[in-house]
Nanobody
Framework: QVQLEESGGGLVQPGGSLRLSCRHSGIPLDQYAIGWFRQAPGKEREGVSCLSAGKGLTYYADFVKGRFTTSRDNTKNSTILQMNSLKPEDSAIYYC????????????????????WGQGTQVTVSS
């Protein structure tokens, strides 16, 4: 049974940092990438980052490059999203997801590529 559970969301001031964790089980990590997505009220869900199966290659949306980093914590069977220099426009529900191989790696952050979704965690950036 596939399970994805996000944690680490909360309220943070602009310029601050948050560390999201996605604990996953039942997912063969040699076959699935783990992506992070977000959805703000009234907006479509958008891709944030992707950590590939196997070699651990990463891909980021332009609007988070240089601020967000995704990595794997094998000891906890988790994938991490470290978010620095947060902006109010980063406020959203953040979801992790399991993504099967795509024709182009950048397609990993396209929501329609996803096989399995977590329930999401709220991130609010506000003073």
């Amino acid at each position: 049974q596939v399970q994805l559970e996000e944690s680490g969301g909360g309220l943070v001031q602009p310029g601050g940092s948050l560390r999201l964790s996605c604990r996953h089980s039942g997912i063969p990590l040699d076959q699935y990438a783990i992506g992070w997505f977000r959805q703000a009220p009234g907006k479509e869900r958008e891709g944030v980052s992707c950590l590939s199966a196997g070699k651990g290659l990463t891909y980021y949306a332009d609007f988070v490059k240089g601020r967000f980093t995704t990595s794997r914590d094998n000891t906890k069977n988790s994938t991490i999203l470290q978010m620095n220099s947060l902006k109010p426009e980063d406020s959203a529900i953040y979801y992790c997801a399991a993504v099967p191989p795509t024709a182009l790696f950048r397609l990993c952050i396209v929501p329609s590529s996803v096989d399995y979704w977590g329930q999401g965690t709220q991130v609010t950036v506000s003073s």
